[in-house]
Each structure stands twice: as structure tokens, then as C-alpha cells.
């Protein structure tokens, strides 16, 4: 709340001038637009900060999840089925307790800005698909760690650990061809041109690309965007439409040379490294934590005797794990910004740096992004660097080459 409140007064301040390094290509009225919808989203999450702490707090120390768990066991009788239906009932709930966060996000704030274009009907649709892919995907998982935890030993969390590795890779095969269609539509490029000049990029970036694709991400949002997806045979690039409609060829050229920076400093696949060696610790940590009596008296939960409690040692750990780790949040960010550096480097060697600073300024200036963030609140949460330093480093990659 203290660095969301040093954000919104740092915005405030710089609200009346455009930074002198924008002052020729973003207009005043488009600055202070920016500054408003950067505000207004920090307070929209500093309230739903305050609500996820006050529900937090209700599960655990109010004895929410205990009265839960409690009803379940005198409906349910079989102890596997009480615990499967622990796990969904409290997701479901919270699902169902940030849904209005939701809705005031998209028909409220974003609407205001002129970023929404999604009806109400379309959101239905989206958050009953989404359901029902989470209850098809995280089911079998849920019930394959909750029987691991009780039949497969001390080491249970080892097995566990390579049961979320090899789901998670199963996600990232099947979510181009299968999950994503769920909800967009995605169609060859239709740009001669484009693709052509993408796919001469790709040949000399070393990047096996099996398909340009384009996405209908304007029945949604204003906001434009494009990412890689998929690994092998399933590797794309994905364009929103509304980015299309926004960058010539040639800036689009430099926005997909950045991301082929990451690709070649192999930043996705240290991450995801990174990612797994980081669960597995984390899931030693709860390996010891559920034989611990301590652990769940600590967080408003008697253990049941005559039972197993598995999946309230899930709850309560997934649900207590973001309070300490909160302060590792800035370690993370400067890596993030480390290696947008570094992709921004490599697309200066494979593309026009001009073409990439002109993408950037549109895409800031169209996304509302601010040009002013306060340096403790951006240094402790943002994965990218402020715009005024990622510019003018571009600038003097230009100069050095020149």
C-alpha cells in the first residue's frame, strides 16, 4: 500500500508536463491520460490489496477454512473425496469473492480509458470457459498430488515436484492448439509482406518459426500486443489485431527482434529453470511443514486426528506462501529489466534501433502507460524499465554504432 501510494503521488507530480525526451511525439492530453489510468489502477489495488488480506485473514486465523473443512467431513465420508472437494470449494470461493474486482476492472476502469470492447455475454463465456479448463486441467493434478502425498512416502514432495514439472510442459505443448482457440480467434497473417520480412528476421536469428499468426484480441481490449507460444513443432508468433493496426512493418520488425533477444540469451528457458529449481525448494519446505502440528494451529486449523490433512496443508501453504516471499518481489524485477536490456540490445543488432524507439513511444502512448513512475515503486515491481531509461539506452546504442 505504501509503494502503490508513492506511485499515485509520483504520477500526480509529473501529471502537468511531458518528460522532455517525449515532448515531441506524445501529446499533453495523451500524458495526462496516462497519469489518470495509472492512478486509477493504483487505487483499484490497494482496495482489492485490503480485500485479499481481510480474506486471507478469514480463512486462516477466523477459522474459515476450518469451518470448511469441518462441514465436509460430516457430508463426505470417503477422506479422498472430502480433500479433493476441500482444494475446489475454497477455489471456488475465492474465485467467486474477487469475481466483482473483476467485473469493476474491465466494465469500470478499463472502460473509462476506452480499452474495453468486451460485452458482458463475452465475459460470461470467458469466465465459464476458464472454469471448466481449470476443473479438466487441475483436477487429475490436484488428485495425483493429493494421492502421492499420502502413498508415496517421506519423499512424496520429490514426486510431486516432477508430477507439476512434466504438467507444466504438458501446458505449454497443448496451450497454442487446444487451450487458446477456447478463446480467440487465430488466423494466418494475411500480409505478404510482413510475413515476409518476420520470417527473414527468423532466418537470421536462428528461430525455427512454424506459423505468423494473427489473434482477435480487439473483441476484448484496445490494448495490442504479441507473443511467442509453444515449443518444437507448436512454436508461433502471435499477433493481436490491434497491434497490427498500430505499427507499420517495420517497428513490428524491431518489437519481434526484442523478443527474439530473449530467445537467443535464452531467457525463457532460464526462467523456466530457474521456476522449477524454485518449486522444488518450495515444495520441500511443505514436505516438512504438513507433519507439523504447529503449522496448522499457527494458521486458525486443527489437524483432523482420525484423517489425512493433505489438502489443507496445500491451502494453507499456497495461501500463506505470498506473505513471505513479498520482499523477494524486487531481486526478481531487476533480473526482468536485466534482460529486457539485454533484448533490447540484440534487436539494435538485428533491426532498425529508430524503428524499435517509434514502436515503444506508440505502444506507451496507446497502452496509457505512464512516463513517470516513482523509482522505489517501479525498482521494487516492474518487469520492464521505466520508459525515459529503455529509450535513451537505445539511443546510445544507436550513437555507438553511428
Known sequence: MWLASRQARHVTRYRGQVPDEFAEKIGLRSHQRAADYTVERMKLSVTQRVFDAMVLIAFTLLGGLQAINEFLIGVIPNDFWRQLL??????????ALHLPFSLWKQFRLEEKFGFNRMTLSL???DTIKGLLVSVVLGLPLAAVTLW???AAGPLWWLWAWLVWVVFNAFILFVFPTWIAPLFNKFTPLDNPELAERINNLA???HFALQGLFVMDGSKRSAHGNAYFTGFGKSRRIVFFDTLLSKLNPEEIEAVLAHELGHFSHKHVQKRMIFSFLLALVFFAILGYLKNQ?????????????????????LLLFFMAMPVFTFFFAPVFSFFSRKDEFQADHYAHTQASSDALISALVKLYDDNASTLTPDPVHSAFYDSHPPASLRIRRLHELQAMKG
Open 293 to 313: 502440528i504447529w503449522f496448522y494451529q499457527g494458521l486458525g486449523v486443527s489437524p483432523v486426528i482420525n484423517g489425512s490433512n493433505d489438502a489443507m496443508a
Open 148 to 150: 502421492l502425498m499420502a
Open 123 to 125: 465475459f460470461i463465456s
Open 86 to 95: 476441500l482444494l475446489g470449494s475454497v477455489l471456488l470461493i475465492s474465485g
Open 203 to 205: 532466418q537470421r536469428c
